[in-house]
C-alpha cells in the first residue's frame, strides 16, 4: 500500500511514518502542507491518504475537497488526523466524504485499525 502522510508539523510527520513502517507500510511519502501533497497526488498513485487538518495554505479539509472534486483522485481514501474536538468541524470533514477521522493522541492500535477497516473497504 502506498501512503501519503500530510502534516505541517515535522515531528508529527515522522512519529506517524515510523508508526507506519512499525505496522509494516513502508512505502510511503510525505507533504508540509496541502498544496505539496496535490503536488504529489498528482505525479503519483497513492492508496491512502493520511493528512492532518489543521495546516497553512491548504488544509486537511481543503485537501479533502480538492481530491473529491477531481475524477483521478476522487477514490482515494482519506483518513484525517486531528486534535480538533467541535462536534461541528468533524460533522463538516465527515460531510466532506472522509473515509476515516482520527482524534490525536492515539496509538498503534488505533491506527491500525483505521488502516485495516480502510484496506478492507478498498479490496
Known amino acids: 500500500m502506498k501512503i501519503l502522510?500530510?502534516?505541517d508539523m515535522t515531528t508529527m510527520r515522522h512519529v506517524?511514518?515510523?508508526?507506519?513502517r512499525d505496522l509494516g507500510h513502508a512505502d510511503c511519502d510525505e507533504a508540509i502542507d496541502g498544496l505539496q501533497a496535490l503536488t504529489l497526488l498528482h505525479k503519483k498513485r497513492y492508496d491512502l491518504l493520511i493528512t492532518d487538518l489543521h495546516m497553512p495554505n491548504l488544509d486537511g479539509k481543503q485537501l479533502l475537497?480538492?481530491?473529491?472534486s477531481e475524477s483521478e483522485l476522487a477514490k482515494i481514501p482519506v483518513l484525517m488526523?486531528?486534535?480538533?474536538?467541535?462536534r461541528s468541524k468533524i460533522k463538516e470533514i465527515i460531510a466532506a466524504k472522509v473515509t476515516g477521522f482520527i482524534v490525536k493522541p492515539f496509538n498503534y492500535n488505533t491506527l491500525q485499525k483505521q488502516i485495516h477497516k480502510i484496506d478492507k473497504c478498498i479490496v
Not at 475537497?65 to 473529491?68: D, G, L, N, S
Not at 488526523?81 to 467541535?86: K, P, T
Request: cysteine-free; charged content about 40%.
Open 16 to 20: 506517524l511514518l515510523h508508526m507506519l
Open 5 to 7: 502522510v500530510v502534516d
Open 65 to 68: 475537497e480538492k481530491v473529491r
Open 81 to 86: 488526523i486531528s486534535s480538533e474536538d467541535e
